[in-house]
């Protein structure tokens, strides 16, 4: 099992930089993917941007040249810095972390409670 707690959303106006934090309990060294995702009012969860455990990194149009995600040496904390924010980044901030299955033990996609971002205009 894998637990997940987001930190550092909050109200910010546009063009301003945030950074949301997320930190990893339990068979953290499992994990394979870490990856932030967001559900704006009224529209579907969407991805922001994934990095792997060899550090791979993937971003959403979106996201791509404002925010920018990275792990941690011991790979149970994931950050987003979110530059230049627009009103449109407002949303919930999800942190997401998938542990690939195996014939012995199974796999899983863990998600944490959300962080509310706001952008002001």
């Known amino acids: 099992q894998v637990q997940l707690v987001e930190s550092g959303g909050g109200w910010v106006q546009a063009g301003g930089s945030l950074t949301l934090s997320c930190a990893a309990a339990?068979?953290?060294?499992?994990?394979?993917?870490f990856g932030w995702y967001r559900q704006p009012p009224g529209k579907q969860r969407e991805l922001v941007a994934t990095i792997g455990s060899g550090g791979t990194i993937n971003y959403a149009d979106s996201a791509q040249g404002r925010f920018t995600i990275s792990r941690d040496n011991t790979g149970d904390t994931v950050a987003l810095q979110m530059n230049g924010l627009k009103p449109e980044d407002t949303a919930v901030y999800y942190c997401?972390?998938?542990?690939?299955?195996?014939?012995?033990?199974?796999?899983?996609?863990?998600w944490g409670q959300g962080t509310q971002v706001t952008v002001s205009s």
């Open positions: 997401n972390a998938v542990i690939r299955r195996s014939f012995s033990r199974p796999g899983g996609n863990y």
């Open positions: 339990g068979s953290t060294s499992r994990i394979s993917t």
